[in-house]
């Protein structure tokens, strides 16, 4: 904003800590997305009465961990200048890399691991008998487990290297932390106020260490995950076509590529128009050396030439929105009646135009009165010399 050149550093390092921020929400959103449906498909499947593993009412609070509270917490880490210590990302680069497909596989896979566990075999691991208390405690039981996982994962999730600090510049990041705590408060009062609106009953200290344990083992599979090989698993999803073989050269150049993504839809004709002259715009006022005061007046000149004013393009966009939903792909740029297509001059009210549709034959006004077209054509020259 006041052209220093050490806010190019600032920049890099803010878009470095945004892409950073959507690959952990996605990291974590993922992993969760897997564990829950696998939860809740096998357990539907395997039980009597059609029942799955979490109600309706439990998944949508796990929906809202998933989305908003995770959202705001792993989207408020600040900038950070080791995040300028690695290589630049390559335009090609998948969102989703190898490193963050372990961590999303294998935190789902002990998720469900453990869940089904204490689902089927919970009674007999924790020596109770079968009775409908018992299975009441022990389904709040699988659900705390479920959702402490997410929250201890959350925190593993901070990191999409290889390191292991995942605290690293946590206890600076408050809005984390509350969200954290927040999560933490909002669990407890559902499993001890809750009731019969969320399926849940009270639980009590064997139970609660149960989960908070089960939870806190999602930091030991993060190192574990962070210590396995990644090569194997990438050529892997290179021979499976879901990455690009990197050694293989590009047949096309990134430009040509770009064309073809635009080529490869077809906008309705406002949009076109109103594309083409922003295109035009920008390639008129151009950047720091054009938009210079040295060729201010050659600059507006050829805007006015091209009949585009930035005004007209801002009151445009109204129009082009509103038009766009209320007509969608059939929006048309100009209706013509039947006369109109019948007389292609009538756009141009020349009287030279209408004679020529009218099918009378024009001479140029020098033209000799001794030539005979005059005569073949029934023109009479005097008439022509008076403008008639």
Request: proline letters at 5%.
């Amino acid at each position: 904003m006041d052209d220093a050149f050490s806010n190019i550093v600032v920049a890099i390092k803010t878009g470095r800590c945004v892409n950073d921020s959507v690959r952990k929400f996605v990291q974590f959103q993922l992993s969760v997305n897997v564990a829950a449906i696998i939860l809740t498909f096998v357990s539907a499947i395997a039980s009597s009465s059609d029942g799955a593993i979490l109600s309706a009412v439990q998944l949508l609070w796990v929906n809202l961990i998933m989305d908003t509270f995770a959202a705001l917490a792993l989207a408020t880490d600040p900038p950070t200048d080791s995040s300028l210590d690695r290589k630049p990302s390559r335009k090609s680069e998948p969102l989703i890399n190898v490193d963050m497909c372990k961590m999303i596989l294998i935190q789902a896979i002990y998720q469900c691991i453990i869940c089904f566990v204490l689902h089927f075999a919970g009674l007999q691991i924790l020596g109770q008998e079968n009775t409908a208390g018992n299975e009441a405690e022990l389904r709040t039981l699988v659900f705390n487990v479920f959702v402490f996982c997410q929250i201890f994962n959350q925190i593993n999730c901070r990191r999409l290297d290889r390191k292991f600090n995942v605290f690293e510049g946590f206890f600076k990041n408050y809005w984390f932390m509350g969200i954290f705590l927040i999560m933490c408060g909002g669990q407890v009062l559902i499993v001890e106020v809750g009731g019969a609106a969320f399926q849940v009953t009270r639980i009590y200290g064997r139970d609660w260490a149960i989960s908070i344990i089960a939870g806190l083992l999602s930091f030991p599979i993060g190192v574990l995950v962070r210590l396995l090989p990644t090569e194997p698993l990438y050529r892997f999803l290179i021979k499976m076509k879901i990455y690009q073989d990197p050694s293989k050269l590009p047949t096309i150049t990134q430009e040509e590529e770009d064309v073809e993504g635009l080529n490869r839809f077809e906008y309705n004709p406002a949009l076109e128009t109103v594309r083409d002259n922003l295109k035009t715009y920008d390639t008129i006022r151009g950047g720091r050396v054009r938009g210079s005061s040295i060729v201010l007046k050659s600059r507006s000149k050829r805007l006015r030439e091209a009949d585009i004013q930035l005004p007209t393009l801002l009151t445009m966009v109204p129009t082009v929105i509103a038009g766009t939903v209320g007509a969608g792909a059939t929006w048309l740029t100009q209706s013509m009646n039947t006369s109109e297509m019948a007389n292609p001059a009538s756009q141009d009210p020349s009287r030279s135009t209408a004679e020529l549709f009218a099918g009378k034959v024009q001479m140029h006004p020098d033209t000799d009165p001794s030539d005979p077209l005059f005569a073949k054509f029934g023109i009479d020259p005097r008439k022509m010399e008076k403008g008639q």
